[in-house]
């Protein structure tokens, strides 16, 4: 299940509520998490600031040419700012929305004394963290387990579930583990390297899924190559794919 579909449900008001909440803000934050995740701490990128608009009649060029050159400096100049321009809007959007998200599911009492007028949505994230977050050590194990839990391969075979069901259960474990493992900086989960090799020899003894596997490798090998795909990019991927063929059609023959 998406965080989208269960942030009607969320609420942060106590350390029972943070892991859950937490699950979701990362995936929220996605866009914007090189420049809130704490395990990034002193390398983590600056959110932008609005760019200046180029000022024509400010810039003298000397020379026969001077108005042509001035024309075509104008032009690159203008370029560059309408670019600037809307990444820094499209970013300035997503810290809006985030903010608003956190304001509406945060405990009215915690998001005064923790959220406070002035701080970036970074410093809000870092001071609930440590509030909420309590015995770090310990999160840190119990997530570890559930993410090498997560990695064994799903039981495929007996009575039970068709496989197609089996496999959609164990995408939305598979994707929870590790994104909590994420989220706790447990090293290999943080690998999207290991994650790929790791869930293809997972796919890759199920005859129903083989085509589904090479053509994804086909398609996206030059993406595998630089680890640029996410868990949830493979798994959205791979459960697009079971509902369209139709979950009845990767039943297991007898």
């Known amino acids: 299940?998406?965080?989208?579909?269960?942030?009607?449900?969320?609420?942060?008001?106590?350390?029972?509520?943070?892991?859950?909440?937490?699950?979701?803000?990362?995936?929220?934050?996605?866009?914007?998490?090189?420049?809130?995740?704490?395990?990034?701490?002193?390398?983590?990128?600056?959110?932008?600031?609005?760019?200046?608009?180029?000022?024509?009649?400010?810039?003298?060029?000397?020379?026969?040419?001077?108005?042509?050159?001035?024309?075509?400096?104008?032009?690159?100049?203008?370029?560059?700012?309408?670019?600037?321009?809307?990444?820094?809007?499209?970013?300035?959007?997503?810290?809006?929305?985030?903010?608003?998200?956190?304001?509406?599911?945060?405990?009215?009492?915690?998001?005064?004394?923790?959220?406070?007028?002035?701080?970036?949505?970074?410093?809000?994230?870092?001071?609930?963290?440590?509030?909420?977050?309590?015995?770090?050590?310990?999160?840190?194990?119990?997530?570890?387990?559930?993410?090498?839990?997560a990695l064994e391969r799903p039981g495929l075979s007996g009575p039970g579930s068709p496989v197609g069901e089996r496999i959609m259960a164990w995408l939305d474990e598979w994707e929870y583990a590790i994104a909590e493992a994420q989220s706790y900086q447990v090293h290999l989960a943080c690998n999207p390297n290991y994650l790929w090799t790791v869930f293809a020899s997972v796919i890759h003894d199920i005859e129903e899924l083989q085509e589904w596997l090479h053509a994804f490798k086909s398609a996206n090998k030059e993406a595998l190559a630089e680890n640029k795909l996410t868990v949830r990019e493979i798994c959205d991927n791979l459960r697009c794919t079971l509902i369209r063929e139709g979950i009845v059609r990767l039943r297991r023959s007898s």
């Open 1 to 149: 299940m998406s965080p989208a579909a269960t942030d009607n449900k969320i609420k942060l008001e106590g350390y029972e509520d943070w892991d859950r909440w937490n699950i979701v803000f990362i995936a929220r934050a996605s866009f914007l998490w090189d420049k809130i995740n704490p395990a990034m701490a002193g390398q983590l990128r600056g959110f932008l600031t609005p760019p200046l608009r180029p000022s024509y009649a400010l810039m003298t060029v000397p020379g026969p040419n001077q108005n042509l050159e001035l024309r075509q400096w104008y032009k690159g100049e203008r370029d560059l700012y309408r670019v600037c321009l809307a990444e820094f809007e499209a970013e300035d959007r997503a810290v809006i929305e985030l903010e608003t998200w956190v304001a509406e599911t945060v405990g009215k009492h915690h998001f005064s004394a923790l959220c406070g007028a002035g701080k970036g949505i970074d410093q809000w994230y870092a001071s609930l963290r440590s509030k909420f977050a309590g015995d770090h050590a310990l999160r840190y194990a119990m997530a570890e387990a559930r993410f090498k839990a």
